[in-house]
Structure formats: C-alpha cells, structure tokens
C-alpha cells in the first residue's frame, strides 16, 4: 500500500450480515456530498447487495465485465440519479452460472484490473467486498489502497475480526481501518463505530447525501480516516459548498 493518501479502498465484511454494502454505499454518499466523482463496486457476488440500490433496470453488471471482454463502463448505474452528486455503482447482477465464472482466478485477475480502471475515472472507489474466503474477496483486498474491516457490534465483531485479520495476513496484507458497524460505541478492538440509523431498508437517497445526524457524521469521520479528507470539518462547519467550490477551483 502507498504512503499516499488512498483513492481505493475494500470494505471487507468480516461475517455475513456485517453492513459491509450499505457502509460502502453511505462512505461513498457522503464524499460525493462534497463535490467528488465516487464509485461502489460490488465484489460480493453471492449476495449481490449493491444492486439493490440501483433504481431501475440492471442490464449488464460487474460479473459480466470481469468474464467477458465488456467495458467496466457499460456496468456503471447511478445510485440516485434525482440528487446533484456524482455516486455511481458498479453492482453484481447475476444468475448463479456467471457468479460462478465471476469467482474464477482468472476473473479476479480482471476485478483487479477493473479497480484500477475506476481510479482512472474516479476520484474515490469503495469495494464492497464478502469475507476473505473466495477469489474476488482477495483481489478487491490486494488492489486497494486501504483494506476496512467492517464488524458486527459486541463480541461476535471481535471473534470475527481475528479470523478476518488471520486470512489477510496470509496473503500477505491487513486491515488499515476497522470499523464497528451498527455500534454505540467503539470497540477495543476497532478504530471507528458507525451507529444504526431509523431508516430501515434500501433508502431512495442514501442517508449521507443529505444527512446531518450522528449517522452520517460517523460515516464521514470513517471517510476522513480513510481517505485523508475533511468532509467531517464541513459537515460540521456548514461548508459543504466551499468543499465543493474548492475542489473545481
């Protein structure tokens, strides 16, 4: 990983259920609530999640980008279309026979690539990425620049992040950032918490466009860490618009 600060980042679940997709959406909702250009790319292919919050008709997706000779860009779907901010999603869409061929070594080898693509015409790009037992959880983990371990709250998070912690250090890597998700408080064992918020389901708009609770100021502080920003700072200050401003100027 670079001493740079980092454009691409993996929130890896370390159970199922964590949040991992969701977090992944709000992190990218809220830097693009500052003016950034910002992608999600759904590596978790079994659950396919990131969909969900695609409004309308999903023709091609990320599975048949990464097992075909189909452009990354011809996976690209707004996430809310309606707001004035650039968040795009680049979600899994698929029948269990592509799932399959999408889990291939030779098809992580291109999500790799995909990553690297995105970064190119992105400013930011979150991979929404299952526990690290498959072939494209290791690739979204290996081709980032930051690797965010997503935890359930209590001790079920801590159990859960030892393991995760143990299959990325034999590839070789680790988890620069862990963030307990659904949690009042943080862990020992974690670096941030992000609390449950009253929306309930797949929101129109995600929460972070527009949100000024202690949801959202958690997400950005999650996003500040991760990415050397400060959307925290104007959040709290009201500055978004200077953010915006100070990024085309």
């Known amino acids: 990983m670079s001493d740079s600060p980092a454009r691409t980042a993996a929130l890896t679940a370390t159970a199922g259920g964590a949040g991992a997709t969701r977090l992944a959406v709000a992190t990218g909702a809220v830097l693009a609530r500052t003016g950034a250009n910002v992608a999600v790319l759904d590596a978790a292919f079994a659950t396919q999640g990131l969909a969900q919050h695609v409004p309308g008709r999903i023709t091609t997706d990320i599975t048949r980008v990464i097992t075909t000779d189909a452009a990354p860009a011809a996976a690209r779907y707004a996430i809310a279309p309606d707001a004035d901010a650039a968040l ?37 790009v979150l991979v929404d990425t299952p526990p690290i037992a498959a072939n494209q959880a290791v690739a979204a983990v290996t081709a980032t620049d930051a690797v965010v371990a997503v935890v359930p709250p209590g001790d079920r998070g801590v159990d859960t992040l030892q393991r995760a912690r143990g299959r990325l250090a034999d590839i070789g890597t680790d988890c620069t950032h862990v963030v307990a998700n659904r949690a009042a408080d943080t862990p020992r064992a974690a670096t941030h918490a992000v609390p449950t918020h009253a929306t309930t389901g797949v929101p129109d708009t995600p929460v972070p466009l527009s949100g000024t609770g202690a949801f959202t100021a958690a997400v950005a502080a999650l996003a500040d860490a991760v990415f050397d920003t400060a959307v925290a700072a104007s959040l709290s200050t009201g500055s978004v618009l200077d953010a915006v401003h100070a990024r085309l100027t």
């Open 88 to 124: 795009t999603a680049y979600p899994a869409f698929a029948a269990f026979e592509r799932i399959a061929a999408a889990k291939t070594p030779a098809a992580a080898a291109r999500l790799g690539s995909v990553v690297d693509t995105l970064a190119d015409a992105h400013d930011y």
